[in-house]
C-alpha cells in the first residue's frame, strides 16, 4: 500500500479545558473538584436540566403534528425574532425600525463564525483580510480560532485585564482603541466576562462607545450569559442596548447554552443591527449564504424549545425564575468562597471574587499555584487561574477556600 | 472627521466614503444575494392556487399522501429518550460516540477490515452540508498534493460552494449524457483517466443527485480502477444509504468496494433522507486511514477544525439515529421502513412510465425507472418546464429535475398527462 497522504499529519494538542475534564475524570481522589469546564452545576454539583426546558421538551415530544423538516437556512422565524427581542429589549428602536436581523447558528460559536465569515468577506471592502480584529486579553481561547480560520490575518489583543489591581485596566482599553486602525473590529464581551468576570460599568461602558463611534470602530458582542450573570436579562444586555441607542451597526452573537441549559443542543443567534432594513436585507441574503455551505440550515430542537418558552408569557416567567435560580446560586457560591478566604487570612485581596459577575473568576492563582492545586488537592482549574463558580457547593467550599490558601501561602 | 487613523495605516483604504458616516451604512457595498434556484421553486408553489399544484423541487421524502413522514422508530426512539432523565451537558467535539462508531459500521459493514481494525475516524457532523464542509477544510489544510476536487457533470449545487469557500477549486469530468439520460460511463473513465495524479475527485455513492444515474456494479469497479491507477483522492458524499434500492449493504456496495480495493476514501454521511431526520441535522464525516494510529492524529486535527466552527455538535438528531442504529429491533424496524420509502418511489417511478405510456407518448422514458433514488432528470428542456408550471401548476427545476418523492398514486396520472402535453 502507498505511504499514505495523511503520514504528515501531526497530532494535534487537545483543547485544554476539554483535557482538565478528562484528568478530572480519570482522577480517583474523592476529594476532587471540577473547576474547569463551563457549565451550570446544582449544589450537588450535577448538571441542571431547567424544568421549563423539561416542561417544553415534553410538550414538543406529545406535539404529534410536530415533524423533522428542514427548518428555513435562516432558521425558525419564532425563534430567531424572539431571541433578537431578548438581546435588544421590547422597546429597541432597532426593531420598532425594522432595521434589525438574526440568524439562527450553531451556539454562540456558530453565531460568532458566521459573523465573521461575513466580516471577512463584506466588511472594510471585499474579502479584506487584513482589517484588524481585536479580542480583549484574555478572551475565551476560541475567540482567536474562529477569527483566524474566517481568513483573518492580522488579529491583534486589546488591554483588558490588570492583574496588578484585579479589576479592568480601562485606559489600556481606551488607549488601544485610540491607536487602533479606524474601522477594525472590536470583539466586546456583552456582560459576564469570560475568563475574568470583570465588566466595565455603564459609565466605563459609555467612555468605550464614545472612542469607537470617533474611530469608526466595529463593535461585535459576545453575549454568552444573558440573565445568567446578574439574573436580570436587562441589565445583562445593558451594554449591547446602549451601543444601539447611539446608532452603531454591530454584530450580537448570542448563546442560549447557558440561559437555557442547552448547550448540547446547540441553540445560538447572530443579531445583526444595520442603519436600515434594506441594508439588513442585503447582510442577511449574503450571511444565507455562507450558512449554506457551512451547516445548510440549522438543528431544530433546541430552537424549538426556546421559541416556545419565550412566545408563552407564563413558560417565559417561568423561565426567567430558572435563570434566577442559577445567577442566585452562582452568587452565593461567590460571596461564601470570599468571606472563607478572608477569615482565613489567606493573603492578597478577595474582593475581586464578588465584583466579577457571571461563571468564571481570575482568581489571581498563578501556574504554580494552579498547578498545586490539581496535582496536590485535585482541584481542577484553568492554568490561567480562572476557576468555573459552578463547580463550588456548600460541601466544597470549605475544602476549596483552604486549599487555596495553602497555594497561597506555600507556593510563590 | 479625524483622519489620523487613516494616515496611520494607510492599508486601509475603505471603499465608501467616510464623508457619510454615520449616515450611511457599512453595508451600502453589500449585494443582494442570488436567490436560491430551488427555494424560488418552493415559493412560487406556495403562492400558487390551483388545487392541482404539485411540488416536484423539494428534496424531501412524502409519503403517498404527499405528506412528510416521521418513521415510526423514529418516534420509538424519541420516546425512549423521553423517558430516560438525560442531561443537556455539551458532547464532545467529535460527536456522539455511539452514533459515530454505529455510523462507521453502517456505511463499512459490520465485517470491513477496516472498521474492525479501527483504521478510521469518524466525526460527527451537521448533517451531509456540515460533513462534506469539515472535510472541505480538512482537506485544504493537509492535503497539500492539489487544490481540485474533481465533481461529476452535473452534481448537487451546494457542492461547489462547499468546496469553494473552503478554499479549493473546483474541476469537472463527464458523468450525465443528456442524450440518453443515463451514465457517459466511457466520457467519464476518459476524463478520470486524465485528471492529475493526487487530485480530489468526488464520487456519489448511490442515488446521485440530481441525476439518479448511478453506475452498476461493473463500471464501479472500472472506476475504482482507474482512480487507483490515477493515485486520486476519493471523497464519497453518501447522503442516501438505504434510500437508494432499500437495501443499505447495496448502497455503501461502492463505498466498501472502493475501500477493499486499498483505496483510502473520505466519507460524508447524511442521515436527513434515510432516517427522515433532515432538521435534526444527524451526519457524519469519515477518514479511512493506513493505521488506528493515523486515524487518532486526524482526529485530533479535525476537532481543531470544528470547534471554531460550532464547537461540538447538537445532541437530538445523532441520539435518535444512534438509538435506532444501536437496538436490534428499532435497527429492523428502520431497515423496513426505509426499504418502504425506497419502495415507494420506486413504484411511482414504474408507475409513471406505465401512465406515460398509457398517454400515448412515443418517447422512451426508460429512465425514468432506471435511475435510482429521490431525483430524476426527465430530459425535459427548461421551454417544457415552463409550460408544466405554467400550463399545469407543476413545479421543478428548469433542469428538468423532479423529486420523485413529491408524486403520489393520487398525482401520478395528471403529472404523466402533463409530461404528455409538453412532449408530443
Redesign the interface.
Known amino acids: 500500500m502507498a505511504a499514505s497522504i495523511f503520514t504528515a499529519v501531526p497530532r494535534a494538542p487537545p483543547v485544554a479545558v476539554f483535557k482538565l475534564t478528562a484528568d478530572f475524570r480519570e482522577d480517583g481522589d474523592a476529594r476532587k473538584v471540577n473547576l474547569g469546564v463551563g457549565a451550570y452545576r446544582t449544589d450537588e454539583g450535577q448538571p441542571w436540566v431547567l424544568p421549563v426546558v423539561k416542561k417544553v421538551e415534553q410538550m414538543i415530544a406529545s406535539d404529534s403534528s410536530l415533524n423533522h423538516e428542514y427548518l428555513p437556512i435562516l432558521g425558525l422565524p419564532e425563534f430567531r425574532a424572539n431571541a433578537s427581542r431578548i438581546a435588544l429589549g421590547d422597546d429597541s428602536p432597532a426593531i420598532k425600525e425594522n432595521r434589525i436581523g438574526s440568524v439562527q447558528s450553531l451556539g454562540g460559536t456558530g453565531a460568532l463564525r458566521i459573523g465573521a465569515e461575513f466580516l471577512r468577506r463584506w466588511y472594510n471592502g471585499n474579502n479584506n483580510t487584513a482589517t484588524p480584529v481585536y479580542i480583549s486579553a484574555p478572551s475565551w481561547e476560541n475567540h482567536n480560532s474562529v477569527f483566524v480560520d474566517a481568513g483573518f490575518k492580522d488579529i491583534r489583543t486589546y488591554h483588558y485585564w490588570d492583574a496588578a489591581k484585579r479589576g479592568l485596566d480601562l485606559q489600556g482599553l481606551l488607549d488601544d482603541m485610540e491607536k487602533a486602525p479606524e474601522f477594525s473590529i472590536f470583539i466586546l464581551h456583552a456582560c459576564a466576562h469570560n475568563p475574568t468576570g470583570t465588566d466595565p460599568t455603564p459609565d466605563q461602558w459609555k467612555q468605550i462607545a464614545a472612542v469607537m463611534k470617533r474611530r469608526f470602530l466595529f463593535p461585535f458582542f459576545d453575549s454568552a450569559y444573558q440573565g445568567f450573570a446578574s439574573g436580570s436579562l436587562d441589565k445583562d444586555a445593558w451594554a449591547v442596548r446602549y451601543f444601539v441607542s447611539e446608532g452603531f451597526e454591530l454584530f450580537c452573537a448570542q448563546s442560549f447554552s447557558k440561559n437555557f441549559g442547552l448547550y448540547n443542543e446547540r441553540v445560538g443567534n447572530l443579531t445583526v443591527v444595520g442603519k436600515d432594513a434594506d441594508n439588513v436585507q442585503r447582510v442577511l441574503s449574503q450571511m444565507e449564504k455562507i450558512v449554506r455551505t457551512t451547516w445548510s440550515n440549522p438543528p431544530s430542537q433546541g430552537a424549538r424549545i426556546v421559541a416556545t418558552t419565550l412566545c408563552s408569557p407564563q413558560l417565559f416567567a417561568e423561565w426567567y425564575d430558572n435563570v434566577k435560580t442559577m445567577a442566585d446560586r452562582v452568587l452565593l457560591m461567590r460571596s461564601e468562597l470570599r468571606s472563607r478566604l478572608e477569615s482565613l487570612g489567606t493573603p492578597g485581596t478577595w474582593n475581586h471574587i464578588t465584583e466579577q459577575i457571571g461563571m468564571f473568576s481570575f482568581t489571581g492563582l498563578n501556574p504554580k499555584q494552579v498547578e498545586y492545586m490539581i496535582k496536590e488537592k485535585h482541584i481542577y482549574l484553568m492554568a490561567s487561574g480562572r476557576i468555573n463558580m459552578c463547580g463550588l457547593t456548600t460541601k466544597n467550599l470549605d475544602y476549596v477556600a483552604k486549599s487555596i490558601h495553602e497555594a497561597v501561602t506555600k507556593v510563590q | 472627521m ?1 483622519r489620523v ?2 494616515r ?2 494607510p ?5 465608501f466614503s ?1 464623508l457619510y ?2 449616515f ?10 442570488p436567490p ?1 434556484p430551488i427555494l424560488g421553486v418552493t415559493e412560487a408553489f406556495k403562492r400558487d392556487t390551483n388545487s392541482k399544484k404539485m411540488n416536484l423541487g423539494v428534496g ?1 421524502y412524502r409519503d403517498d399522501n404527499g405528506k ?1 413522514y ?1 418513521l415510526s422508530c ?1 418516534r420509538k426512539a ?2 425512549m429518550m ?1 423517558s430516560k ?9 467529535a460527536g456522539l460516540a455511539d452514533f459515530t462508531r454505529a455510523s462507521a459500521e453502517l456505511a463499512l459493514g459490520e465485517n470491513s477490515e477496516a472498521f474492525k481494525s479501527g483504521r478510521y475516524v469518524t466525526v460527527q457532523g ?5 460533513s462534506l ?1 469539515i472535510g472541505a477544510n480538512f482537506l485544504q489544510r ?2 497539500k ?1 492539489s487544490r481540485d476536487v474533481y465533481l461529476p457533470k452535473p452534481s448537487w449545487g ?1 457542492h461547489t ?2 468546496f ?3 478554499g479549493l477549486q473546483l474541476q469537472a469530468y463527464r458523468y450525465y449524457d443528456p442524450k440518453t439520460c443515463s451514465l457517459d460511463f466511457s466520457g467519464a473513465m476518459d476524463d478520470i483517466s486524465k485528471i492529475p495524479e ?1 487530485s480530489i475527485i468526488l464520487l456519489h455513492a448511490c442515488a446521485h443527485n440530481p441525476t439518479g444515474v448511478d453506475p452498476r456494479q461493473e463500471q464501479w469497479k472500472e472506476l475504482a480502477a482507474v482512480v487507483k491507477k490515477r ?1 486520486l ?1 476519493v471523497y464519497f458524499d453518501m447522503a442516501y444509504q438505504g434510500f437508494a434500492s432499500g437495501d443499505i449493504n447495496r448502497d455503501a456496495w461502492a463505498v466498501r468496494y472502493f475501500i477493499e480495493q ?1 483505496i ?1 476514501v473520505l466519507l460524508s454521511q447524511s442521515y ?1 433522507k434515510n432516517m ?6 444527524a451526519g457524519a464525516f469519515s ?1 479511512i ?2 493505521d488506528a494510529e ?1 486515524a ?3 482526529e ?2 479535525l ?3 470544528i ?11 445523532a441520539r435518535i439515529a444512534s438509538i435506532i442504529l444501536n437496538t436490534p429491533d428499532l435497527r429492523k424496524e428502520w431497515l423496513v421502513e426505509v426499504k418502504g420509502m425506497a419502495d415507494r418511489i420506486i413504484s411511482m417511478r414504474t408507475q409513471l412510465v406505465s401512465n406515460l405510456k398509457k398517454e400515448g407518448s412515443s418517447h422512451n422514458w426508460q429512465h425514468i425507472t432506471d435511475q435510482i433514488g429521490m431525483f430524476c432528470f426527465t430530459g425535459l428542456k427548461p421551454e417544457q418546464v415552463e409550460r408544466l408550471t405554467k400550463e399545469f401548476s407543476i413545479y421543478m427545476t428548469k433542469d428538468g429535475r423532479i423529486s420523485v418523492a413529491g408524486v403520489t398514486s393520487g398525482n401520478v396520472g395528471y403529472l404523466a398527462h402533463a409530461i404528455h402535453q409538453v412532449t408530443k
Open positions: 479625524s487613523g487613516a496611520l495605516c492599508v486601509l483604504k475603505p471603499n467616510l458616516f454615520p450611511s451604512s457599512w453595508w451600502s457595498h453589500v449585494e443582494m444575494g436560491d424531501a412528510p416521521v423514529v424519541e420516546a423521553a432523565k438525560m442531561d443537556k451537558e455539551y458532547l464532545p467535539i451537521i448533517s451531509g452540508t456540515g464542509r493537509f492535503f498534493s451546494n460552494p462547499i469553494r469557500d473552503a493526487k493515485n483522492l486499498g483510502n436527513a427522515g431526520l433532515y432538521g435534526e441535522r477518514v486511514c493506513s493515523e487518532k492524529r486526524v485530533s486535527q476537532k481543531i477544525l470547534r471554531p466552527m460550532y464547537s461540538n455538535p447538537p445532541l437530538n438528531g
